[in-house]
């Protein structure tokens, strides 16, 4: 079993920035690729980024390109999401999952292990 738990979201206008990071327990962190989703009130889980198990490639959604950035620390056991220039429509909330798979990075169906979530919500 993997255990995350993500930390980091809050409130933020409009414009800001916040760093999200999800910290890993159970099992070997750089086993596993990471991902980052998010959940809007009465909308599906849709991707947001995603991570290989040593870093060294990333994914994006084309709604976050240029603004989020993904990254791990597998000495930390942790992956982190950095946000910036934050949208009304990013507010949701933000889940870290982990994956042992190497196919599929961009599915939520391809995770194996979720995290609780983070609430990020944007005033403008």
């Known amino acids: 079993q993997v255990q995350l738990v993500e930390s980091g979201g809050g409130l933020v206008q409009a414009g800001g920035s916040l760093r999200l990071s999800c910290a890993a327990s159970g099992r070997t962190f750089s086993n596993y690729a990471m991902g980052w989703f998010r959940q809007a009130p009465g909308k599906e889980r849709d991707f947001v980024a995603a991570i290989t198990r040593s870093g060294g490639t990333t994914y994006y959604a084309d709604s976050v390109k240029g603004r989020f950035t993904i990254s791990r620390d597998n000495a930390k056991n942790t992956v982190y999401l950095q946000m910036n220039s934050l949208k009304s429509e990013d507010a949701a909330v933000y889940y870290c999952?982990?994956?042992?798979?190497?196919?599929?990075?961009?599915?939520?169906?391809?995770?194996?292990?979720w995290g609780q979530g983070t609430q990020v919500t944007v005033s403008s």
């Open positions: 999952a982990a994956r042992s798979g190497v196919i599929g990075p961009t599915s939520k169906y391809t995770y194996d292990y």
